[in-house]
Nanobody
Framework: VQLQACGGGLVQAGGSLRLSCTAS????????MAWFRQPPGKEREFVAG????????HYTTSVEGRFTISRDNAKKTVYLQMNSLKPEDTAVYYC????????????????????WGQGTLVTVSS
């Protein structure tokens, strides 16, 4: 599956952004999807993940209650709604796909994902 992410930009602290990631190919509805981010000078880290059917979600602690991941399999799109943004959320955000069986857990590691989008920059000013 090929992924195209968009929606990044510059926002003030406390503001909101919604990222979108659209897939091409046949495997989207068979893939767990996730958002990772890579802050300047740091390693890429897991942010949020959603299972194939959308029933299960998982967030890293620092974004729980502020970010919401969702997906629309008919549109082959996964979203990340980001509210109450903080300067420490500044990063390049990547969507990723894990071609997983239905009962597989949402993976947290970069190496477990098969496909990646190109990244979209989110900058939160203080």
């Amino acid at each position: 599956v090929q992924l195209q992410a968009c929606g990044g930009g510059l926002v003030q602290a406390g503001g909101s952004l919604r990222l979108s990631c659209t897939a091409s190919g046949r495997m989207f509805d068979r893939s767990h999807m996730a958002w990772f981010r890579q802050p300047p000078g740091k390693e890429r880290e897991f942010v949020a993940g959603i299972s194939r059917g959308g029933k299960n979600v998982h967030y890293t602690t620092s974004v729980e209650g502020r970010f919401t991941i969702s997906r629309d399999n008919a549109k082959k799109t996964v979203y990340l709604q980001m509210n109450s943004l903080k300067p420490e959320d500044t990063a390049v955000y990547y969507c990723a796909a894990d071609n997983a069986i239905l009962t597989a857990p949402i993976q947290l590691n970069v190496g477990d994902y098969d496909s990646w989008g190109q990244g979209t920059l989110v900058t939160v000013s203080s």
